[in-house]
């Protein structure tokens, strides 16, 4: 299991360099929220691991998505991240497959990541277990789980492990990657280790509960220790 830590800046970034994927994003902006290309580079060239770039929340906007895409894969991000926040099958299959075919044309090497949320219910979007197969099909190698309200509720308050562990399943039978995240605590560890994703993905623990303070070294380090 990686540990992905999403900074806000440089100076969060510096704090994040002991998990194994350092994810920029901006908090400001939403679950996903999408940062400045010049922070992805910036923070490129100071990790010695894998950046990710999340590139937004998107509603039905496949060509958006699309460009957004290929503008975080040319700012140097490894795995390119985009969330669904809307409904429909056929229209999920539109924009996953415009953000894969952005990505993988020119750099087939990067990772792209399709997430879904956990409160899919209570937003009205499509159900990460709907975006499985439509990201398999579609030759992304990641899918997720988050939230996509960020107010203090924790995956596990939407979703089961048992669920859990269903949805990380589909996408290995699928040959993708699972990525879990969305307020996760501390003391959400041990279940995460029983449901097995392959990435958990981190910011509120590990700035001491509010995401929109900044990354503290010491609870990357203690994350760490507990992930590894």
């Not at 902006?29 to 990790?47: H, M, Y």
């Not at 879904?116 to 030759?139: C, K, N, T, W």
Request: with cysteine; charged share 30%; proline share 4%.
């Amino acid at each position: 299991m990686q540990l992905l830590v999403s900074p806000r800046d440089i100076e969060d970034a510096r704090r994040s360099l002991a998990a194994d994927i350092v994810d920029v994003k901006k908090p400001s902006e939403g679950s996903l929220g999408a940062n400045f290309p010049w922070v992805v580079r910036s923070i490129k060239a100071l990790s010695p691991k894998p950046v990710s770039a999340a590139i937004g929340d998107f509603d039905f906007r496949p060509g958006g998505a699309a460009m957004a895409a290929y503008g975080a894969a040319c700012a140097g991000a490894d795995y390119i991240k985009v969330g669904l926040m809307f409904d429909g099958i056929d229209r999920a299959r539109e924009l996953i497959q415009a953000v894969v075919r952005a990505v993988k044309e020119e750099f087939p090497e990067k990772k792209v990541v399709i997430a879904g949320y956990s409160d899919y219910r209570r937003l009205g979007s499509i159900s990460p277990f709907e975006i499985s197969s439509l990201a398999a099909e579609a030759g992304a190698d990641v899918a997720m789980v988050d939230t996509g309200i960020k107010d203090g509720r924790s995956t596990f308050e939407f979703m089961d492990e048992e669920s859990l562990v269903r949805f990380c399943t589909l996408n290995r039978d699928g040959g993708m990657a699972t990525a879990l995240a969305g307020s996760l605590k501390f003391e959400d560890i041990p279940a995460l280790k029983r449901i097995g994703p392959d990435i958990i993905g981190v910011r509120g623990m590990v700035c001491g509960g509010d995401r929109n303070d900044g990354i503290r070294e010491e609870l990357v380090d203690r994350l760490v220790r507990m992930v590894h």
